[in-house]
């Protein structure tokens, strides 16, 4: 689904993405995937790439890459990313809650366990793993929004039988995008359900790694833009721009909000309103601090 996010980029910047197996297909013997490991990898990444690199993280990543510039600049690392890119992400879900957020916070941490967790069937290679499968996910937002997706298929129907083949195209190309889920690390999953969804940990100043409160206030030299939508109806407005309030000792020069009017969450990082003005305004951003790098979470 990022497919159009990183086109954009990579005519005049080099663009590192970090790529993910599906958990279906990771040996059990590899071990659990949680929040703090997602956040232990994106430093790794980051000082791999070195100095000068630009984050960009897209929607669920928004909260662990906060997490880890906070750590990176607590420390004073020099990878400590220039400037990091949040793309409609659940900073602080309290705002303006939408019907996903609804649907997290209604219910408790055991009701997740119970009726979303599965295990890997034996045909895989990952047989075992306890993972949040990509059908359970779609299902879930396909029924959140299914007059919609009802109505689109109509049109497509009605785009085969005009032989209007360029909207038909349009149409197949967003679901074959739209339908490519994977099934997620369960441990990750319920870590974010609880900490983000129904905790708020982030914005209440109570979210630890590994023990430790993290302090966003330590993040003073990281340029931050946040980038909403007008319709985002999986994370409301505000809940990205929240991420500017929290964090306190950055300088207001460095802090940037963009809203884009007419588009959802889908359209925040793809579509012709993401290339036209809402990559040009990332483009605009990261070059006023002479990037080098450019990294997709």
Known sequence: MLRGTIREFL????????DWRNTRDVPIC???????????????FLEMLGPDT?????????????????????????ATP???????GPI??????????DYASGKDLEWFESNVICEVPEQFEGHGQLVYPGFVQLSGFMSMNLDTHVQKHFKFFGDLVKGDGENAEAHRKFYNEYLAVMDLPAHYYLDTIRKVFLEHKL???????????????????TA???????????????QTAA???LCTKLRKTKKVHFEQEGVGHYGIFNGRRYRESIAPKIKGFINKYEPRKVRVA
């Open 11 to 18: 005519p005049d910047h080099d663009v590192y993405v970090t």
């Open 30 to 44: 590899s071990g659990e995937f949680h929040f703090d490991d997602y956040v232990d990898y994106l430093i790794e």
């Open 54 to 78: 630009h984050a960009i993280a897209v929607c669920q990543p928004c909260v662990p890459l906060m997490v880890a510039t906070s750590l990176m600049s607590a420390k004073n690392n020099p």
């Open 82 to 88: 220039t400037s990091m890119t949040l793309m409609g």
């Open 92 to 101: 602080d879900t309290r705002i303006n809650p939408t019907e996903v957020n």
């Open 203 to 221: 914005p209440n100043g109570t979210l630890q790694y590994r023990g430790h409160r993290i302090d966003l206030s330590s993040i003073t030299n």
């Open 224 to 238: 931050i833009m946040t980038i909403e939508g007008e319709l985002d109806d999986i994370t409301g407005r505000g």
């Open 243 to 245: 991420a500017l309030d």
